[in-house]
C-alpha cells in the first residue's frame, strides 16, 4: 500500500505542465509580520472576574469579514460597561494588541436562559446591546473584554475576523463547535446536564449564549491562542477562519497552502471534512495539532439570530433526531454506522482514548520535522502525551503512506496502547502532520521547571521541543505541498 501510494504522488508531481498548474500561488508580503511589529498591550487579560452573573455576552456571529457589522449580547448586574477588542497573536510577547474600544455602554442585568424541551438546547434570549463597526479591524482571532463600569466584573467573549481569502497562506482554524460542545452555560452540554449525567445532556447547543469556560473564552487559550502567537511570530502569511465558516464555503480554502487544526478540534460537519478533503487532494498541507480531531458529525440549523447558530449532534440517540428522520446523515461518530466514515481516511490517524498522561517518546529522531532539536532515539518528555491521544490504526488498510515519528506507551484505563504522531503524503503533494496528542498546542508554552504558562507539569523541554517541530512544520508546509520536498521514504 505505501509503494503504491508513493507511485500515485511521484507521478502525479511529475510532468512539468502539471506541477506548474497545482502549484498555489506565491504569497505576498505578509501583513501579519507588519502587524506584530505595532506596540502590544500586556492587559488584555481578565483579572476581576467577579460573580458569575457579573458580566456576561456573546455575539451574534462567530466570525465577520473586516468591516462587517457585530451584535453584541450582555448580561451585567452593574449600571453599565464597555468593550475592547483584543486582536490575539504574539506582539513582542504581549499576546495582544487593543484594538478598538467602545464608549461606556448602559447596563442592564438579563432574565435566565430558555431550555428547550426535547434537545435541552440553551438560549440566553438577550436583546442585543450593541451593534460594533468592525471596519479597519485586521483579520485575526479576536477577544472581547467585557468590563462593568460601577461594579466588578469582567469576561470575554471570542469572535474571530475571518480572512475572505486564504490563498498562498495558512489557514488557522478555530474549532467554535468544539467549544461550543463542551460549554456548559446554563446547564447544559453536549455532555452533561444539571444532574452531570449523559441523559439529560442537550443533542443540540447554540452560540446564542456565552462560553462558560476561562472566563468566557471557551477553549480558546488554551487550546489555540499559543499556536496563533507562534505562528505569527514566524511572520509567515495567515489566514484566519473557523469550522463554521469552513462547511459553509466550498472555495474557502482554495490555494491555501496550509489548513492547521488547532488543539481541540473534535466536532466537524460532513461539509467541513468534505472541503478540507478538496483542499488536502488539490495540494493544501493538513496540520492536526492536538488529537481526537474530526471524531464526532455535526450540522448547523438556524436560530432566530441567523443561519448556522446551532450545533446538533444526538450521538448514540441519533435514530431520534428529526432530521435522520428527514434523511440527514447521523449526527454521531465518524467512524460509526450509519455513513461510517473513519477519520483516519483524512487525518492518517485516528483517536484512540481518554484519559491518559503519559511522555512523549521521540522513535524516529532523523525525520526532517525533528531537524534542529537535538532529540535521539527514546528521548522523552513527561506529560506531553494527554488527556487524549491518536494512533496509526493497524485495522484497517492506510488511507495513505506515513512514518512514524514518536510512539509513546500509554495506559488507558488498565489498557495498553501507544500515541503516536505521523506524517503522510498524498498524490497531490500535499503533507499530513498529526502530533497524536490533545496537549500539544498547550506545550507551546512551557517554559519553567514546573510548567509555567503550562498546565499538568509540562516543562521547558517539552515546551522548546515542541516549539521547534512547529516551527519547522510551519515553515515547510507555508511553502507549498510538503510531499515534493519531504516525500514518505526519502
Request: hydrophobic share 35%; glycine share 12%.
Amino acid at each position: 500500500m505505501a509503494a503504491a501510494g508513493l507511485t500515485a504522488c511521484g507521478s502525479a508531481a511529475t510532468p512539468e505542465p502539471q506541477r506548474a498548474e497545482s502549484a498555489p500561488p506565491a504569497p505576498g508580503p505578509s501583513p501579519v509580520r507588519a502587524e506584530n511589529d505595532r506596540p502590544g498591550d500586556t492587559d488584555w487579560k481578565v483579572t476581576a472576574p467577579g460573580p458569575q452573573d457579573a458580566i456576561e455576552g456573546f455575539t451574534d456571529r462567530v466570525s465577520v469579514l473586516p468591516g462587517e457589522p457585530l451584535g453584541l449580547h450582555v448580561s451585567t448586574t452593574a449600571p453599565g460597561f464597555t468593550v475592547s477588542a483584543y486582536r490575539m497573536g504574539w506582539y513582542g510577547g504581549a499576546r495582544a494588541r487593543l484594538v478598538w474600544k467602545s464608549d461606556r455602554l448602559p447596563g442592564a442585568a438579563r432574565p435566565g436562559p430558555t431550555v428547550a424541551a426535547v434537545t435541552r438546547t440553551v438560549r440566553a434570549g438577550w436583546p442585543k446591546s450593541t451593534t460594533i463597526d468592525t471596519t479597519g479591524w485586521p483579520e485575526g482571532s479576536y477577544l472581547l473584554r467585557l468590563d462593568a463600569v460601577g461594579a466588578p466584573g469582567q469576561r470575554y467573549t471570542p469572535v474571530t475576523v475571518r480572512s475572505k481569502e486564504a490563498a498562498g497562506r495558512t489557514v488557522l482554524v478555530n474549532a467554535v463547535a468544539t467549544w461550543q460542545a463542551y460549554n456548559e452555560w446554563g446547564g447544559h452540554s453536549l455532555y452533561n446536564g444539571p444532574t452531570g449525567g449523559y441523559a439529560t445532556r442537550s443533542m443540540e447547543v447554540s452560540f446564542d449564549r456565552p462560553y462558560r469556560y476561562d472566563d468566557g473564552a471557551g477553549l480558546f487559550l488554551v487550546y489555540e491562542a499559543p499556536l496563533i502567537a507562534l505562528a505569527e511570530r514566524l511572520g509567515l502569511p495567515l489566514g484566519y477562519t473557523t469550522g463554521v465558516d469552513l462547511a459553509r464555503e466550498p472555495e474557502l480554502l482554495r490555494g491555501a497552502r496550509a489548513v492547521v487544526s488547532l488543539g481541540h478540534d473534535e466536532y466537524w460537519s460532513d461539509e467541513q471534512r468534505r472541503h478540507v478533503t478538496a483542499a488536502r487532494d488539490a495540494g493544501t498541507n493538513l496540520a492536526v495539532l492536538g488529537a481526537n480531531c474530526c471524531y464526532r458529525r455535526v450540522r448547523y440549523e438556524p436560530s432566530e439570530l441567523g443561519p448556522d447558530r446551532t450545533v446538533v449532534c444526538w450521538k448514540s440517540d441519533y435514530r431520534d433526531d428529526p432530521g435522520f428522520r428527514a434523511g440527514r446523515p447521523a449526527t454521531t461518530d465518524f467512524r460509526a454506522g450509519p455513513g461510517a466514515d473513519p477519520e483516519s481516511g483524512l487525518l492518517g490517524v485516528s483517536y484512540d482514548g481518554y484519559p491518559v498522561d503519559a511522555p512523549y517518546v521521540v522513535s524516529n529522531p532523523g525525520h526532517w520535522l525533528l531537524a534542529g532539536t537535538g532529540a535521539k532515539e527514546g528521548d522523552s518528555f513527561p506529560h506531553l502525551v494527554g488527556v487524549e491521544y491518536d494512533l496509526v490504526p493497524t485495522d484497517r488498510p492506510a488511507a495513505f503512506p506515513t512514518e512514524i515519528v514518536s510512539r509513546s506507551p500509554v495506559v488507558c484505563e488498565g489498557r495498553r496502547s501507544r500515541a503516536e504522531s505521523a506524517y503522510g503524503t498524498v498524490p497531490s503533494g500535499a503533507g499530513v502532520f498529526a502530533t497524536g496528542t490533545m496537549r500539544w498546542v498547550e506545550a507551546l508554552d512551557a517554559n519553567g521547571p514546573g510548567g509555567t504558562r503550562a498546565d499538568h507539569g509540562m516543562d521547558h523541554r517539552a515546551g522548546t521541543f515542541t516549539r521547534q517541530v512547529t516551527e519547522n512544520l510551519l515553515r515547510a508546509f507555508a511553502t507549498g505541498p510538503a510531499g515534493r520536498q519531504h516525500p514518505v521514504g526519502s
